[in-house]
């Protein structure tokens, strides 16, 4: 219920960078909307956060960009963020689980589950169960061993696209 000034500065609009607020400690701008990979809640965290208690299910989430540059062997990958396999880098998971976006130049061994766009360069290696996405792409020269599962069409929540979502009624 806050009194909107008499210049009607409202929040998201120009307020932050016309002031140079970097000292601003909470931007609302400086937010981002995360989905919880445990328990699917969406909520908002600072742009800069590494990892959050996920509200929903109390649990400790990643929420960082992940980007492996070596070979990394792990029970599970999970982050809100993306996740980077650069050329030399290697994955091998039980899991991968990302919440933007998931690109691979590298060797991703392991189940993938992404809920933004999976990209696969052309001299990305992928073996898994599973690979689930809702858009793939997949550069000439990758290689793909395992189920492939593209589910295209628009998921439960479109309102990401637009970007800042209200918070909804519970
Ligand atoms: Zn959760």
Redesign the pocket.
């Known amino acids: 219920m806050a009194k909107v000034p008499a210049d009607g500065a409202v929040r998201g609009g120009r307020t932050a960078r016309a002031a140079g607020a970097r000292a601003a400690p909470r931007d609302r701008a400086a937010e981002r909307a995360v989905c919880?990979?445990?328990?699917?809640?969406r909520f908002d965290v600072p742009a800069r956060a590494m990892s959050t208690s996920?509200?929903?299910?109390?649990?400790a989430?990643r929420i960082e960009d992940v980007v492996v540059r070596t070979y990394v062997p792990t029970q599970e990958m999970q982050t809100c963020g993306s996740i980077v396999v650069e050329r030399k880098g290697r994955v091998a998971a039980r899991r991968i689980t990302a919440g933007v976006a998931l690109r691979c130049d590298g060797t991703i061994d392991g189940a993938v589950e992404c809920t933004g766009p999976v990209v696969l360069g052309a001299h990305a290696a992928w073996k898994g169960q599973s690979l689930r996405s809702p858009a793939l792409r997949i550069d000439d020269g990758a290689t793909l061993i395992g189920h492939v599962c593209v589910q295209g069409g628009s998921p439960p929540g479109d309102a990401d696209a637009s970007g800042d979502v209200p918070d909804a009624a519970p």
């Open positions: 919880c990979y445990l328990c699917g809640r996920c509200p929903g299910c109390h649990r989430i």
